[in-house]
């Protein structure tokens, strides 16, 4: 089968799909991921053939640095994203149908669901849902975007604040997508949204994050399920620079520093914090400038290693900590390592997983960014050193690893129909080398 996957967003939004895509591949079938430009180098050498939407979302930190500041204020986050979500949309419909071209199956995560799913609508094939992060209402797990609680808080509660969430958030997508569906030539959905127009036990939803450390609730129907995590494997195929190799032997094992795909307009104040908050702790470290959430100390310094980024699956295992985000793919692979975290939220999803590595007993609580100190920092690592949260987090991991969230999402696509199972095909490519490209079988685009 043809299978078209739709995510945009960071490369964390991108990896889990080139892992799951991959295990799609081993199983017979041939797989595109849709995404921003910035992906298609990623997409393509791991295999995958790639289709381009216009979401460039480092074009967009970059022109506005203020949208992470803004970020934990959902309300605030939401005028700001409307704004630039119908910039890039402008071209999604015909993007969405060329990338779409002789498929059998779209996959649709995220904000580009809506995408897919209209796509689906307007071609008549299937579509199921994709989600790195809890989004379905349920009174069990609270509203993903919102503060985390620090308190349980009720269950009528929590259905209420995902009603208003779910009418927050169409509102932000309701321009971008009134664009994408006259030119699909479907009908405007409604004001409320999309979200109850499918009966609830009639949804298909794969969430590929761990039910180790977020359990299902159990208030959803069968066909929403949590897979686990699709891990994008690099570690046996990346070679790591003799310069870092060379720090790693030449000590105890350093605590990680790095915010990813972050890029916010304090970078400068939030690393001079940082670094003294690490000298008052006299540990060695590894500094992950990714796309400039970081930036190197001044002069050198014999305990600091600074490196722009590297496979998390090759150096988690070799670091004693890590002080993140908290984006669910970096909360996944230190889980995965089994080494404790120091959460510093941006925006979005990442004072959710923070509060659940929190909850788990492999991390401090959050550390609010604005009002980070040395001293703070300085605390939160003694905490993360304690041999009772390095127990948690080598426990944790032990029960992540067993999990394989990529053959779970085959299974369940293979379960519910969606695709055909094929005899004597590779369950999943969670241990397997990135696969050579191959000639795709989708029609290409004129």
Partial sequence: MNITIFSVGTQGDVRPFIALGQGLQNKGHTVRIASGKTCEALVRDNGLDFAELSADFLEVMAKDPRALQRGLNPFALMSTARHHLKTMAADWAAQG??????????????????????????????????????????????????????????????????????????????????????????????????????????????????????????AWPQGIQVCGNWFFNEAKTWQAPDELQAFLDAGEPPVYIGFGSMLGDDADALSKIIYEGLRRTGKRAIIATGWGGMTPPDGNQNNIHVIQSAPHDWLFPRVAMAIHHGGAGTTAATIRAGIPSVVIPFFGDQPFWAWRLAENGIAPPALNRKALSPDILAQAIAQASASTMQDAARAMAKCINAEDGVARAISLLEDWGYIPPVEGATTTAAESAPIPAKESSFAQPA
């Fill in 97 to 218: 149908l060329a990338a779409a071209k002789d498929a059998d199956l779209l996959l649709g995560n995220g904000m580009v669901a809506v995408l897919a799913n209209s796509l689906a609508e307007a071609l008549k094939i299937p579509m199921v849902e994709t989600h790195l992060q809890p989004v379905t209402p349920c009174p069990d797990i609270p509203p993903m975007m919102m503060p985390p609680p620090k308190r349980p808080r009720g269950g009528r509660a929590n259905i209420l604040l995902y009603t208003v969430l779910r009418t927050v958030t169409w509102q932000m997508l309701s321009p971008a997508y009134g664009m994408v569906r006259r030119e699909l030539g479907l009908s405007a959905l409604p004001w409320y949204g999309p979200y109850y127009r499918i009966s609830h036990e009639d949804r298909r939803i794969l969430y590929a994050y761990s039910p180790s450390l977020l359990p299902r609730s159990t």
